[in-house]
């Protein structure tokens, strides 16, 4: 059990357009989802932290305005780019922890990420 | 700010035998958890072992296991019998609220 998905794998656009990533959980509800980054030969960088229902947490430094999240179900989250430069090129992870765990402390499960590059 | 680091950029072993790899966190927290991940090539992030911070029994998962030291906030984690397929970088993450990681550890199993 614990399987996080997201689509697309991999994703090239044009700098000005707006780019949608999936992040489902497969078999359970997760009450939080997380949105990270990650360059080449670094580590994962938190940008928000989302929770079904309400609105997302972002980490300083982070345009609210620029990385779109929704949280629309226990089981689905978005992160839209808008208006992707070539500077937004990286590989995206999500994250998701069950429901009804402890509130700090759960476990994360990781999807396989989503490489994007824009030109 | 809780603060995680690792020493440790790249590591090697040899095939079966036995590798630590180092972790050391900064907190002002009693209460936490600390995680060990692994992410081969496929960048697929993948749970190896949990710690709560407030059992002192060190987590075991098979080939793998943690010397948690709560006072001098480390947390290592040891690979036994290494396999090929343990190739992959390590991280070493912090929760207490949201999940803080370590710079990585990029661990190469030798044949």
């Known amino acids: 059990g614990a399987v996080v998905s997201q689509h697309p794998s991999w994703v090239i656009c044009k700098s000005g357009t707006s780019v949608k990533i999936e992040c489902r959980s497969l078999d359970f509800q997760a009450t939080t989802m997380f949105w990270y980054r990650q360059f080449p030969k670094q580590s994962l960088m938190l940008m928000a932290t989302s929770n079904e229902g309400s609105k997302a947490t972002y980490e300083q430094g982070v345009e609210k305005d620029k990385f779109l999240i929704n949280h629309a179900s226990l089981t689905l989250s978005t992160l839209t780019v808008t208006s992707a430069h070539p500077e937004d090129s990286s590989f995206y992870i999500c994250s998701a922890a069950r429901i009804g765990r402890a509130g700090f402390g759960e476990t994360q499960y990781f999807g396989p990420g989503t490489r994007l590059l824009v030109l | ?111």
């Open chain 2, 1 to 111: 700010a809780q603060t995680v680091t690792q020493s440790q950029p790249e590591m090697s072993v040899q095939e079966a035998e036995t590798v630590t790899l180092s972790c050391t966190y900064d907190t002002s927290e009693s209460n936490y958890y600390l995680f060990w991940y692994k992410q081969p090539p496929s960048r697929q992030m993948i749970l190896v072992i949990r710690q709560e911070a407030y059992k002192q029994q060190n987590a075991t998962e098979n080939r793998f296991s943690v010397n948690f030291q709560k006072a001098a906030k480390s947390f290592s984690l040891k690979i036994s019998d290494s396999q090929l397929g343990d190739t992959a970088m390590y991280f070493c993450a912090y929760n207490n609220n949201d999940m803080r990681f370590g710079a990585g550890t990029r661990l190469t199993v030798k044949p």
